[in-house]
Nanobody
Framework: EVQIVESGGGLVQAGGSLTLSCAAS????????IGWFRQAPGKEREGVSS????????WYANSVKGRFTISSDRAKNTVYLQMNSLTPEDTAVYYC??????????????????WGQGAQVAVPS
């Protein structure tokens, strides 16, 4: 069974950086897309970024383009989300999820079958 574990959340000052990690296990992941989602207090969960492991295609939400970078280490079955220039609006629980797909990259939660437990990111104002 596929398992997803996030790590790397924490408290960071505005303007700072943080890297989240998503470790996947239980399968080979060349035909998977790994996505990052986030849910801020009182808001719906939204897609942040995703990467197709085999194709290396990526997708970013407009709100994070130019500030966040997603990457993968296929040997470690791990996906990273490098977050720079963080603002209080980035405060949320960040979730990692996996979708088995030939090519899909995007924010549609219905595509993702496996989810991690979430990691809190707090950027105080």
């Amino acid at each position: 069974e596929v398992q997803i574990v996030e790590s790397g959340g924490g408290l960071v000052q505005a303007g700072g950086s943080l890297t989240l990690s998503c470790a996947a296990s239980g399968s080979t992941f060349d035909d998977y897309t790994i996505g990052w989602f986030r849910q801020a207090p009182g808001k719906e969960r939204e897609g942040v970024s995703s990467i197709h492991i085999g194709r290396d295609d990526t997708w970013y939400a407009n709100s994070v383009k130019g500030r966040f970078t997603i990457s993968s280490d296929r040997a470690k079955n791990t996906v990273y989300l490098q977050m720079n220039s963080l603002t209080p609006e980035d405060t949320a629980v960040y979730y990692c999820a996996a979708a088995r797909s030939a090519s899909y990259v995007g924010p549609d939660e219905k595509e993702y079958s496996y989810w991690g437990q979430g990691a809190q990111v707090a950027v105080p104002s």
